[in-house]
Nanobody
Framework: QVQLVESGGGLVQAGGSLRLSCAAS????????ISWYRQAPGKQRELVAT???????MYADSVKGRFTISTDSAKNTAALQMNSLKSEDTAVYYC??????????WGQGTQVTVSS
């Protein structure tokens, strides 16, 4: 069992930066991949970025070059560094973990609001 808790959301002006953190408790070492998703009001939840246990990363086209996903296994944390934020990045951001057997875990979400 893995518990994920996000932090770091808030209000920022367009062009600014935020760093989201995802603290994992439990069997962090069992996770095959960690992802960040986001959901804006009235829209479906979408995948933002993924990092695998091997370190491979994937980003949505809308955030490429602006967001960076990373993990710190020693601290059982994952992070999403968000630069050059735009108003369309406003959403609730969720941390997601997936085991090798495809069991999935979700955090409770953290609000990011970008003012234009």
């Amino acid at each position: 069992q893995v518990q994920l808790v996000e932090s770091g959301g808030g209000l920022v002006q367009a062009g600014g930066s935020l760093r989201l953190s995802c603290a994992a408790s439990g069997s962090f070492f069992r996770l095959a991949a960690i992802s960040w998703y986001r959901q804006a009001p009235g829209k479906q939840r979408e995948l933002v970025a993924t990092i695998t246990r091997g370190g491979s990363t994937m980003y949505a086209d809308s955030v490429k070059g602006r967001f960076t996903i990373s993990t710190d296994s020693a601290k059982n944390t994952a992070a999403l560094q968000m630069n050059s934020l735009k108003s369309e990045d406003t959403a609730v951001y969720y941390c997601h973990g997936r085991n090798y057997d495809s069991t999935a875990y979700w955090g409770q979400g953290t609000q990011v609001t970008v003012s234009s």
